[in-house]
């Protein structure tokens, strides 16, 4: 089955600097690739996905990229803001159902 | 995007008993699905739940522990049986196929504690 590994488990940024996670996957035929925000007690939240037929894909300050030939994908989050601080997951689906999730990258902002 | 709710949002339960789980979508979805989500940790999914069908349990999870119902298109549950403390957990449930392009929506979880 899908294996889904994201790094780093943390980071720290300062407000307005970028913030990268990473993520690598195992399954070739996965082709579906969401982000997700989870703030403390609250479920996760969509922010943005790419698709396998799509490189990269931006809104706002929070862009994806994909790639397919090396199976790993990223999220960039530009100008950070204290808000932004939650725990992020990637993910990966071979066909738009059952997702496999990373371990989370827990993202600190300091003012 | 869906709207989903679950209830109850938290519960404390004795070892022993079972608790049942809702989840309502505001608009009909192609798919449910129920995870769990022990503290600090990812997503395990437990099942994909079938609308008039059994539902489809991945490696691990079993249906006499985590009895699913999906009756309607909006509304699922999910039963906790004879719990254990090792059940302890967030639980979470997920609609996907709104606009026929696979984005899963979660609800906010429901925080089971078992003693």
């Known amino acids: 089955g899908e294996n889904v590994e994201q790094h780093p488990s943390t980071l720290s940024v300062q407000e307005g600097d970028s913030a990268v996670i990473k993520c690598t996957y195992s399954d070739s035929a996965s082709n579906y690739f969401p982000w997700y925000k989870q703030e403390l007690g609250k479920g996760p939240q969509l922010i943005i996905d790419i698709r396998s037929n799509v490189g990269e894909k931006k809104d706002q300050r929070i862009a994806v990229t994909l790639n397919k030939t090396a199976k790993h994908f990223s999220l960039h989050i530009t100008e950070t803001q204290p808000e932004d601080s939650a725990v992020y997951f990637c993910?990966?689906?071979?066909?738009?159902?059952?997702?496999?999730f990373g371990k989370g990258t827990m993202l600190l902002v300091s003012p | 995007s869906a709207v989903i709710s679950q209830k109850p949002s938290r519960d404390i339960c004795q070892r022993g008993t079972s608790l049942t789980i809702q989840c309502q979508v505001d608009?009909?979805?192609?798919?449910m699905f129920w995870y769990r989500q022990q503290p600090g940790q990812s997503l395990t999914l437990i099942a994909t739940?079938?609308?008039?069908?059994?539902?489809?349990?991945e490696s691990g999870f079993v249906i006499d522990k985590f009895p699913i119902s999906r009756p309607n298109l909006t509304f699922s549950t999910l039963t906790v049986s004879n719990m254990s403390p090792e059940d302890s957990s967030i639980y979470l449930c997920?609609?996907?196929?709104?606009?026929?392009?696979?984005?899963?929506?979660f609800g906010p979880g429901t925080r089971l504690t078992v003693t």
């Open positions: 997920s609609g996907s196929g709104l606009a026929g392009e696979g984005e899963q929506y």
């Open positions: 739940a079938n609308q008039g069908s059994e539902a489809t349990y």
């Open positions: 608009s009909q979805v192609t798919m």
């Open positions: 993910a990966a689906s071979p066909g738009y159902s059952t997702l496999t």
